[in-house]
């Protein structure tokens, strides 16, 4: 069973950066498209960045030129650079793996962010 690990959430001062970390049990980035989602208390968790294995990133609007996607293929690990955080940055952060060809999606435990002065 792959299981994704994230960590490095915390309180940050708005202005503030913080990076994410979700790291993968074995590596699965050949056969899937990676990603982090994050979800706030009564809504849908949402889509705040992916890349696929081709190295293509995709951005929600509400994060584009504040937020990097990246990967470490030694380390299996997936990463998510926040700058400039605002206190709507604030939710619970979500490392997701989807594979290509069953459309399965892999989750991880969840990292909370709060964005706070």
């Known amino acids: 069973q792959v299981q994704l690990v994230e960590s490095g959430g915390g309180l940050v001062q708005p202005g503030g950066s913080l990076r994410l970390s979700c790291v993968v049990s074995?590596?699965?980035?050949?056969?899937?498209?990676m990603g982090w989602y994050r979800q706030t208390p009564g809504n849908q968790r949402e889509l705040v960045a992916s890349?696929?294995?081709?190295?293509?990133?995709n951005y929600a609007d509400s994060v584009k030129g504040r937020f990097t996607i990246s990967t470490d293929n030694a380390k299996n690990a997936i990463y998510l650079q926040m700058n400039s955080l605002k206190p709507e940055d604030t939710a619970v952060y979500y490392c997701?793996?989807?594979?290509?060809?069953?459309?399965?999606?892999?989750w991880g435990q969840g990292t909370q962010v709060t964005v706070s002065s």
């Open positions: 890349v696929s294995k081709g190295a293509i990133t």
């Open positions: 074995r590596n699965i980035f050949s056969n899937s498209l």
């Open positions: 997701n793996a989807r594979n290509y060809w069953n459309g399965r999606d892999l």
